[in-house]
């Protein structure tokens, strides 16, 4: 049987934007595929008590540096956005939503969200400004924002980040293979080996 893993990961957070853009290439080597896990890093936080490595002005402007190395290394573009921290509670509900629906467009709504954020720095912050990237990416922003805004969607994202604190979670993003849990996008050699094994 095809191995599978788990993909824990918050649109706010630049290590799941890397991430996100290798996903493909872990599937390629491994023959696995992913089971996408849209979560509420935010959520995740409160509950453990983490934080963004961003609160933190040094460690902040060292890990953007250090990601910009990973970025090269991937070839990939990364600029920071000025408009960090980006609230992204309806931008995951909108990642749910399609989710639950087996939309086949979730792939082209994350790559258009985490372009927006982490590529052409946009304020994802601003209604408007989701709307236009949306729109561009072949989206009715209307519906797509009503759809996130259902009760049952809500619930769905609460429950998915409720579960990944059961399991260990407390960062994105976070894989796992099997019960093994694998911290961060610089750990991917890592969940290779393990989907290989």
């Not at 996903?23 to 959520?43: E, F, H, Q, R």
């Not at 931008?91 to 939309?103: N, V």
């Not at 979730?106 to 994802?124: G, H, K, R, S």
């Amino acid at each position: 049987m095809a191995k599978t893993f788990d993909f824990y990961f918050d649109f706010g957070s630049l290590a799941s934007y890397l991430a996100h853009t290798q996903l493909p290439k872990i599937c390629a080597d491994t023959g696995a595929s992913v089971n996408l896990l849209p979560m509420l890093l935010g959520g995740v936080f409160q509950a453990t008590g983490n934080a963004s490595p961003m609160s933190v002005p040094a460690k902040g402007r060292y890990v953007y540096t250090d990601m910009k190395r990973f970025a090269d290394g991937y070839g990939v573009p990364l600029n920071m956005n000025p408009h960090f921290p980006i609230i992204t509670t309806t931008l995951m509900r909108g990642a749910t939503a399609l989710q639950m629906r087996s939309d086949a467009q979730l792939q082209t709504y994350m790559d258009a969200i985490y372009q927006a954020i982490w590529v052409d720095a946009q304020n994802m912050n601003e209604p408007a400004v989701v709307g236009a990237v949306l729109a561009q990416a072949g989206f009715d922003p209307v519906a797509l924002v009503a759809m996130a805004n259902e009760q049952t969607v809500k619930d769905q994202l609460k429950s998915v980040t409720m579960r990944a604190v059961e399991r260990g979670v407390f960062g994105a993003p976070t894989f796992f293979v099997g019960e093994q849990m694998f911290w961060g996008q610089d750990r991917i050699e890592f969940v290779k080996t393990a989907l290989r094994a």
